[in-house]
């Protein structure tokens, strides 16, 4: 049953919002900042009840929410998790979310879970796997999902696709929306040399309903370039430019910015959002 307290969807506006993560979480309950919008991991709210779900109903009331989940292993050969596909319908039928957002890629097989989101070889197989797969959860969920493409450091040596067109079969032929992770791109672009602006232009444009940003770790002493996803700097002045060149090919798209580790004063997050605010104003006057 719907949470009688929740008597609309808060539609996510085409601006910059940020992560909600633990360490802010009392400072947004206290002060309301201005920020257009929060995103919460789904998993963190599967317990019943706990600290997190009382802050967040309250939080609700203030702020256009998304749900983001990272465990539901959407191309894993394994049959899709009943009990944390139920688990996510309850907490999308109790807080409404705006939009509703997982991963393209699996993390699960044989009862045995990775900790890290694992990459689909770009194949026709693997294509009508996940189109069952997005069917099946937005059937249980009543609602349209938004998949994410995800950053990678090894590939599939067979493929009947380049990524980019792989993403893009997808939310064509499933019906789903795509969250374009930029910045997974760009670290994409440059462990595996492509050019990041074929990705972008590639995706279909009215697919796009949200878009992420966060930072990277380069290593460095390696025979070959290499990122990593690692959510725990700013936002790169590469991905900042690859940003704008997105806004410019989907016009404004509600963006987030992502930090999950070594997590900084809440300033940061909101300078962040503030900078990509800039970009999206700024394309909105080139169209006026």
């Known amino acids: 049953m719907t ?94 979310p705006a939009l509703v957002s997982e991963h393209l890629c699996w993390g699960a097989i044989d009862g045995r879970h990775s900790n890290d989101l694992l990459p689909m070889p770009f194949t026709d197989a693997a294509l009508d796997l996940l189109v069952t797969r997005i069917g099946q959860v937005q059937d249980a969920l009543g609602r349209e999902i938004l998949v994410e493409n995800i950053s990678s450091y090894l590939r599939f040596r067979e493929g009947d696709y380049s990524e980019w067109d792989f993403v893009a079969e997808v939310a064509r032929r499933s019906g789903c929306g795509l969250l374009c992770d930029v910045n997974n791109i760009y670290v994409n672009s440059v462990n595996h040399g492509f050019d990041p602006h074929v990705y972008l232009y590639a995706l279909p444009r009215t697919a796009v309903k949200e878009i992420h940003l966060a930072g990277f770790t380069r290593k460095d002493g390696l025979p070959v370039p290499l990122l990593i996803d690692s959510h725990n700097h700013r936002v790169d002045d590469a991905v900042w430019d690859l940003y704008a060149d997105a806004i410019d090919r989907f016009g404004p798209v509600p963006t987030l910015i992502e930090w999950d580790q070594d997590i900084p004063e809440l300033e940061v997050l909101l300078d962040e959002a503030a900078h990509a605010g800039e970009v999206l104003d700024a394309r909105r006057a080139r169209a006026a």
């Open 3 to 96: 949470n009688p307290s929740v008597t609309r969807v808060r539609p996510i506006p085409a601006a910059a919002g940020i992560g909600l993560r633990a360490p802010h979480v009392q400072r947004v309950l206290r002060e309301r900042p201005a920020i257009a919008w929060l995103e919460t991991h789904s998993e963190n709210l599967f317990a019943a009840g706990g600290s997190f779900h009382s802050a967040l109903e309250s939080i609700r009331a203030d702020y256009p929410l998304s749900l983001h989940g990272v465990g539901l292993s959407l191309g894993s050969a394994d049959r899709l998790d009943a009990a944390h596909l139920q688990r996510l319908a309850a907490i999308v039928d109790r807080y409404q």
